[in-house]
Nanobody, 125 residues
């Protein structure tokens, strides 16, 4: 089992930036990829970004390309999501996720095995 804890959510205005953090603990040694997903109440959870734990491969949803950047710090067992030029439509609960399966980086959009509890990001217009 891998435990994930997100932090960094909050209320910001359109155009602002925000950085989400996710700390992983437990059986992290078999983690192959980590990512961020988001969910608006009443809608399905959707893919935001993913990163391979080893190497530099990343993948992004079209809606966040050029605005969001995913990164990781292996020494701290942490992954981050830098969100710039935020829009009201970015408002959602953001979930950190991790997966032990070795897949192409653009194949994790359907979901991952382990999930955090989420952190709320609200972008006001």
């Amino acid at each position: 089992q891998v435990q994930l804890a997100e932090s960094g959510g909050g209320l910001v205005q359109a155009g602002d930036s925000l950085r989400l953090s996710c700390a992983a603990s437990g059986r992290t040694w078999n983690t192959v990829a980590m990512g961020w997903f988001r969910q608006v109440p009443g809608k399905e959870r959707t893919f935001v970004a993913a990163i391979k734990w080893y190497g530099t491969s990343t993948s992004y949803a079209d809606s966040v390309k050029g605005r969001f950047t995913i990164s990781r710090d292996s020494a701290k067992n942490s992954v981050y999501l830098q969100m710039n030029s935020l829009k009201p439509e970015d408002t959602a609960v953001y979930y950190c996720a991790a997966d032990p399966k070795l897949l192409p980086i653009d194949s994790y959009y359907n979901g991952m095995e382990y999930w955090g509890k989420g952190t709320l990001v609200t972008v006001s217009s």
